[in-house]
């Protein structure tokens, strides 16, 4: 379980202050994926960080009953120095896991050919995005936090590779995937939330909150 009580967050631009989140509490359940539409600029990357504990709320309480992934995408533990086999082993170690499997199974998802034995500052940022999305599918977590669908790899043996892992990893456990894109969350989750002037809306479809999303009132 993952849950928001009464959590408030909010940015001062220079002018003005940008509220992300006025008093909001919801909760998400092991088991129930949950797609979150919000446009750009509203606050999705500041509110999966907060969901990951990258960011702290300004006011409420976030508890984490469960093992939650840092979001896709987040290179915080990757040293760049290194290679994707010495980051993927030492991270397999943090976390507990047999280093000889997330090794292996980083090198089969991420299709980086010998690159992967070359230090990760060699990377273009397609090949850091693929990295990093195998190693958060090699490590186990209870919720999964996915910042705008998968990464942005033109690859498209990778995509379908990890397109599949991720949908097979759907059956077992839990997402939160935020986007501005409906058609990115039709892929993963039924429920979803609309993230709206500082609150979010919940609804058991995501046609429900396409309908709340598309509304320009
Ligand atoms: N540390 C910060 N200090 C000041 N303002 C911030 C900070 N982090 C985010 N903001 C502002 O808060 C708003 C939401 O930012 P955030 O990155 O969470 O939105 P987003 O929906 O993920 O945006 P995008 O889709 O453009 O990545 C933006 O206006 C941003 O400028």
Redesign the pocket.
Known sequence: MLEFDNVSKS???GSHR?V?LDRVSFRVELGHSLGVL??????????I?MMAGLEKPDEGEIRRGCNISFPLGFMGGITNKHSAVENSRYIARIYGLDPDYVEAFCRWLCGLGEYFDRPVATYSSGMRSRFSFALLLALDFDIYLI??GMPGANDVEFNRRAGAVLQDRLESTTIVI?S?NPRTLAKYVREAAVLRDGQLHLFDTLEEARALYDYKG
């Open positions: 940015f001062w631009t940008k992300i919000a446009p750009n600029g509203t606050g999705k990357t500041t509110l960080n910042d705008e935020v501005h």
